[in-house]
């Protein structure tokens, strides 16, 4: 089993940056696909980033691609996000999750280990 504790969050106005870090423990965490995921109220969870087992590949959804950037320390057992530019339509709950396969996948059924969100909300 995988815990996933994600930190960073906050508040911050439009344009302003923020670095979002995610934690694992109980198992071999490079051996473990990760992904940033996020929900705004009202709407369903959808895919912001992922990164492969080695952190060699990295991949963005179209609304954050240029802004944001993934990346893992697999010393430190660690996963970030970086998010640069930041706009208020970024508010929303911010999810770390995992899956054992070593494909990358957008959809958030197809992983198994997940975070309790971080809570990020961009002012205009």
């Known amino acids: 089993q995988v815990q996933l504790v994600e930190s960073g969050g906050g508040l911050v106005q439009a344009g302003g940056s923020l670095r979002l870090s995610c934690a694992a423990s109980?198992?071999?965490?490079?051996?473990?696909?990760m992904a940033w995921f996020r929900q705004a109220p009202g709407k369903e969870r959808e895919f912001v980033a992922a990164?492969?087992?080695?952190?060699?590949?990295?991949f963005y959804a179209d609304s954050v691609k240029g802004r944001f950037t993934i990346s893992r320390d697999n010393a430190k057992n660690t996963m970030y996000l970086q998010m640069n530019s930041l706009k208020p339509e970024d508010t929303a709950v911010y999810y770390c999750?995992?899956?054992?396969?070593?494909?990358?996948?957008?959809?958030?059924?197809?992983?198994?280990?997940w975070g309790q969100g971080t809570q990020v909300t961009v002012s205009s």
């Open positions: 999750a995992g899956r054992d396969l070593p494909v990358v996948s957008i959809n958030p059924g197809e992983y198994y280990y």
């Open positions: 109980g198992r071999t965490f490079s051996g473990i696909t």
């Open positions: 990164i492969t087992r080695s952190g060699v590949t990295t």
